[in-house]
């Protein structure tokens, strides 16, 4: 089997194309271009700005908070989208060091850890999968079963909907195709750093692999001290992936998180105290729970990232070391030295992209929610 990490985000590939963010790649540049400003103008600027427009303007309380859901996950959708896109061209340069890394990839240790991998994200592409129909289903099917003509989304609009079928059908198609076009978006948005994130974590465990290996097999006729080099620069390539996936992410993933609090509070309160309609309340249960689910493995594979740098120098320890020469010797030790310093992936240059964040996120979406109840007293 080819060892192709580049590949196992294909789908976010073709994604970016949809999404406007690779017109160096295109023949057709400006009309590709004009494609992208049109879309951009009336979907990742429009969507989020014509909920907005309605916000605690509904004229009933259930769609007040559905407005606030929507508003704020739509507008962050598209303030993460544009933030990808300004940093856009780090993607490149994230393809290039996984494509070094790969090409290192060769004994069946190594095979096992990259297509356990593999498998490791097959489940994570079909679980987001999963998640968002089950969330565009339940609005979907709230929409269809309410009584009377109203929008799939609490909204305002520059024309008469309600008097109008044609306004009606207009404004619902553009609140369908927005709906689609933002939910590509949370495919990459949120998809992409988790994927990464995986393939680190298997890369850095292919280098401890590789690491202990040296020297074990005394029967193989092979300059060490080069292969010792060798990992020493698949360290260095790993440390600059990670270094360039978190200055990718940061800004991004610390939107999500705070996000993530506010809409988990939001709809549980709905579900509990202020909706009565039973297919609002299923969309809010629904969206309480894709919430939390939607951060947990970023915040699972930052920790693993962390883990796995941590454990790093052990390999050196584990490697057949004491036979080899003084120069072999202080290389390895100057491995060591460089790999003892923690390694952990940051939101915003401020929290961490850690397990303890994501339980630190539903305490924080417990305060919020306490506080609510002390309003509505």
């Known amino acids: 089997m080819e060892v192709d990490s580049p590949s196992l985000f294909r789908s976010h590939t073709a994604v970016w ?7 160096g790649q295109v023949t057709w540049k400006i009309p590709y271009i004009a494609y992208n400003v049109v879309l951009h103008l009336l979907i990742t600027i429009g969507y989020p700005l014509h909920l907005g427009m309605s916000a605690l303007r509904n004229g009933n309380l259930t769609d007040d908070i559905r407005s606030v859901t929507f508003i704020a996950t739509y507008g962050a959708c598209s303030l ?8 856009f061209d780090k993607v490149r340069r994230i393809r290039e060091l996984l494509m070094l890394l790969d090409s290192r990839v060769k004994s069946p240790p190594e095979m096992d850890i990259y297509n356990q991998m593999r498998s490791q994200i097959r ?19 709230a929409f269809i079963l309410q009584d009377g003509c109203e929008l799939m989304y609490p909204a305002w609009f520059p024309f008469d909907w309600r008097n109008s079928s044609r306004n009606f059908y207009l404004a619902n198609l553009y609140q369908i195709s927005g709906s689609c076009y933002q939910l590509l978006q949370n495919y990459v948005n949120d998809c992409f750093p988790i994927i990464m994130l995986c393939i680190i ?10 690491i202990e290996q040296i020297g074990v097999d005394e029967s193989e006729d092979v300059d060490l001290e080069s292969e010792l080099e060798a990992c020493i620069t698949d360290h260095k390539l790993l440390l600059e992936l990670f270094q360039t996936m978190e200055s990718f992410m940061s800004l991004p993933i610390l939107i999500q998180i705070l996000v993530s609090s506010l809409n988990v509070c939001v709809s549980i309160a709905g579900v509990l105290f202020f909706v009565t309609e039973p297919m609002a309340r299923t969309y809010l249960a629904f969206y309480a729970i894709a919430m939390p689910i939607q951060i947990f493995p970023t915040c699972y594979y930052g920790t693993d990232n962390e883990q796995c740098f941590g454990k790093l120098h052990y390999a050196a320890f584990s ?19 460089c790999s003892l310093k923690q390694k952990t992936a940051m939101a915003g240059g401020m929290v961490r992209v850690h397990v303890n964040t994501f339980f630190t996120t539903l ?7 306490t506080i609510l109840l002390r309003m509505q007293k």
């Open 80 to 87: 993460k989208f544009f933030i990808y896109a300004y940093n």
């Open 201 to 210: 974590s298997a890369h850095i465990k292919i280098v401890y692999s590789r």
């Open 319 to 337: 490697c057949n070391w004491i036979k080899q020469s003084h120069s072999f010797k202080k290389k390895l030790m100057l491995f060591v030295e």
């Open 17 to 23: 194309k949809i999404l406007g963010l690779t017109h």
């Open 123 to 141: 489940t994570i592409l079909y679980m987001f999968t999963g998640l968002w129909v089950t969330c565009a289903l339940s609005v979907e099917l």
């Open 363 to 369: 305490k924080f979406a417990y305060s919020l929610f």
